[in-house]
T-cell receptor, first 111, second 115 residues
Framework: GQQVMQIPQYQHVQEGEDFTTYCNSSTTLSNIQWYKQRPGGHPVFLIQ?????EVKKQKRLTFQFGEAKKNSSLHITATQTTDVGTYFC???????????FGKGTTLSVSS | NAGVTQTPKFQVLKTGQSMTLQCAQD?????MSWYRQDPGMGLRLIHY???????DQGEVPNGYNVSRSTTEDFPLRLLSAAPSQTSVYFC??????????????FGSGTRLTVV
């Protein structure tokens, strides 16, 4: 079925290292949303990207939307233990009436 | 401002039993969705609604029913529970849905075990 593909599925880094997760779609996206889920918690909305080539920053997090609007990435600079969790990208279903989530990238950080 | 409230937080069912997972939001959001989360599978869309009286099926609707009689409430019914429905269920709501806006707000989830 319709789903964005996320890679990698898991990533372990040492505290202070950078981290990137990628989201790829076979179709052109109207927009893409990113969420973070802490262990044992619920997903929390981080950001929405709408424009081709858009880059948005939230402190150490940088979000990019590809020029063709078929891919997106989330980059974390100098990871901290507070960054631990699963990061999901999500796209609209065909009717544009609900969100379809990727399988997520689970980040673990050791200090 | 409670946001999205899900009840119960935990539930154990026997195979064949039925139950309703409750979801209520106080933000006057039109868009509401139900997801299930299983290890390694991400969040899969079960059913969704774009307003009172309007519901539709998502990716994995079999074995579940929904209704939306009010803007605030969006209950999920399991008709005859099966072990394959053991999962964590999340309800989410949004003002703008998939359009330009502020994303979805999720409830804290219901952890369901079917034995």
């Amino acid at each position: 079925g319709q789903q964005v593909m996320q890679i990698p599925q898991y990533q372990h880094v040492q505290e202070g290292e950078d981290f990137t997760t990628y989201c790829n779609s076979s179709t052109t996206l109207s927009n893409i949303q990113w969420y973070k889920q802490r262990p044992g918690g619920h997903p929390v909305f981080l950001i929405q990207l709408v424009k081709s080539g858009e880059v948005k920053k939230q402190k150490r997090l940088t979000f990019q939307f590809g020029e063709a609007k078929k891919n997106s990435s989330l980059h974390i600079t100098a990871t901290q233990t507070t960054d631990v969790g699963t990061y999901f990208c999500a796209q609209a279903n065909q009717a544009g009436t609900a969100l379809i989530f990727g399988k997520g990238t689970t980040l673990s950080v050791s200090s | 401002n409670a946001g999205v409230t899900q009840t119960p937080k935990f539930q154990v069912l026997k195979t064949g039993q039925s139950m309703t997972l409750q979801c209520a939001q106080d933000m006057n959001h039109e868009y509401m969705s139900w997801y299930r989360q299983d290890p390694g599978m991400g969040l899969r869309l079960i059913h969704y609604s774009v307003g009172a009286g309007i519901t539709d099926q998502g990716e994995v609707p079999n074995g579940y029913n929904v209704s939306r009689s009010t803007t605030e409430d969006f209950p999920l019914r399991l008709l005859s529970a099966a072990p394959s429905q053991t999962s964590v269920y999340f309800c989410a709501s949004s003002y703008s849905g998939t359009g330009i806006g502020y994303g979805y707000t999720f409830g804290s989830g219901t952890r369901l075990t079917v034995v």
